[in-house]
Each structure stands twice: as C-alpha cells, then as structure tokens.
C-alpha cells in the first residue's frame, strides 16, 4: 500500500505499468505509470475542490466515474470520505452508494490485463431509490499538461452511402471561444492541446470510431476504446467523447449510453485502455 497526498492507495501492476486506486474515497483512479519511468500520466490536483461549502467535491485528478447529464446537485458529489474496495480476477471494483438529491450507486470494475499494457474499466449506475432515475456513465480521465494533447477522431464514413447527409458534428459549451489557441480542428479529427489557461475550453463528438487519446511529450499514448451505441442513446448532444482544459489538467471523457432506470435497474459503460510508446501519427491513430 502507497499513499496518495495523504490518502492510503492500492497498487495494481504488471510488466508495463502500474495503477494506484483510493482505498477510502472515490472510486478514483489516481496514478497510472509505465513501467520503470516514475511518471504518472494522471494529474495530481489534491488540493482542488468546487462547490458548496460544507459539500464540496475533491477533484484529487485521475479517473472518476460521474452521471450524466450533470447537474450540481446530483453529478458533483463529494466523494472524499469513503469507498469500498474489492478483490476480483486481475483487479479491483470500487463501489460508492450516494444518497442526496438521489440515491444511486457508482461502481468501477478494473481488470489488468496480466501480460499487456491494457486495462478494462467497467463503469456501472444503480439506482438505488424507488423512483425512475435517468442517467448516463460518464467516464472522466484527468490527464496531466506539460506537452500533452488529446485527439478526438471524427467520423468518416458516409451515412446511408450519402455525401448529402453529414455525418460529423462539433459539440460546444457556453464559454467555449473557437479561436481558442489550444483548439485544432481538421477533416479527420480535432485536438486539443494539454496548456494551462485561466479560460476553460471544452469541446465534444459525437463519433462512430471508438476511441479517444492523449499524447505526452515524454513518448506516451493513452488510448481509451468504447463500444458507440446509436446517437440518439447520448445526452449532451450526442457527444460520446468530450475533452476539457483548463488550468491544471486536460480531460478525455467518454459517455455511456442514457437510459432511464427502474428501481434497482443499472447501465454500464466500458472503457478499454491501451498505453503505447510513441505518437499518434506514429501509431496511425488518426
């Protein structure tokens, strides 16, 4: 057991990397190293919280499982004083029950791959009241700046056969600024650049390609991969995968599918992630 700014962790590792887990709070995921390097691709903002006081939520960095839609009340819930940990094949799940506006369930299975540099998150929502709930999975993966940029691939192929029928979006929040510097759009992808800003940009796609990653400037790539259910299944405008920037982190999050949940109904939503040497064009991730 390690310890993460005073928080107790758990370690999961095989010969290309390794994983850090809270053991008492989250679920959250907060460091991710390759092997033999001592760099953790993760951010690390301990120190960061929002909210209300006296109910603030800890961002801590790394991986965390929200639902979506947000909304304040419901998705951004401190999550800081306990979480469950348990023991499966080649991994953990992290479970949290939360009973405030509503009562649900987060569940994080992750499973090792034992001899590849892979892992399977299965992001999962109960709930756990006796009234109809209407959620999404929403995956959120805070990835560290310093050179890193994040690529959303857009679709390509045509719909119904058709050039007459588009088949990309582009999916903007209210303070997006399109002239934003640290956004790039081509006809294949955008990305976003992984600098510090005092303006946050967020952007997202609805995309049928299955996959979103990060690039560092030390080599690395994190590629997560996704199952895409029809448009119609996602909020947010059907962006299955969104990047968010600010000051201290980049995020690349994907959304499961949205449904709305009978008393003790779940819906899950899997990422699987893959950490590569290299670059994206290197790697023909484009």
Same mark, same amino acid.
């Given at each position: ?28 995921? !907060? ?79 992750? !499973? ?90 967020? *952007? ?16 690395? *790539? ?22 968010? !920037? ?20 779940? !819906? ?19």
């Amino acid at each position: 057991m390690t310890d993460y700014y005073g928080y107790a962790t758990l370690t999961l590792k095989n010969d290309f990397l390794s994983l850090d887990v809270l053991k008492d709070a989250g679920p959250r995921i !907060v460091r991710l190293v390759p092997a033999g390097s001592g760099l953790n691709l993760l951010a690390e903002v301990p120190d960061m919280t929002w909210g209300i006081p006296g109910n603030l939520f800890h961002a801590f960095g790394g991986h965390r499982l929200w639902c979506a839609p947000e909304v304040e009340e419901i998705t951004c819930l401190p999550d800081h004083t306990s979480c469950t940990v348990e023991s499966i094949a080649n991994g953990l799940r992290l479970t949290r029950e939360d009973h405030y506006a509503v009562s649900y369930r987060r569940e994080i299975e992750i !499973v090792l791959a034992p001899n590849a540099p892979k892992l399977t998150l299965t992001h999962r929502i109960t709930n756990l009241g006796s009234e109809v709930f209407r959620a999404a999975p929403w995956a959120i993966t805070m990835f560290k700046l310093g050179g890193s940029k994040a690529r959303l691939p857009m679709s390509i192929e045509m719909i119904n056969g058709s050039p007459l029928t588009p088949n990309r979006s582009l999916v903007l929040w209210p303070y997006t600024d399109l002239k934003d510097e640290r956004l790039f759009v081509s006809g294949k992808y955008i990305e976003v650049k992984g600098e510090a800003a005092d303006d946050a940009l967020k *952007v997202g796609i609805y995309s049928t390609r299955g996959w979103a990653g990060i690039e560092f400037a030390e080599g690395w *790539v994190v590629v997560k991969r996704v199952t895409v259910e029809p448009a119609a299944s996602y909020t947010d405008m059907a962006a299955n995968i969104q990047c968010y !920037v600010r000051h201290r982190f980049i995020e690349v999050e994907t959304l499961g599918e949205l449904k709305d949940l009978q008393p003790g109904e779940s !819906v899950s939503h899997v990422e699987e992630w893959e950490l590569l040497k290299g670059s994206f064009d290197s790697l023909g991730l484009v």
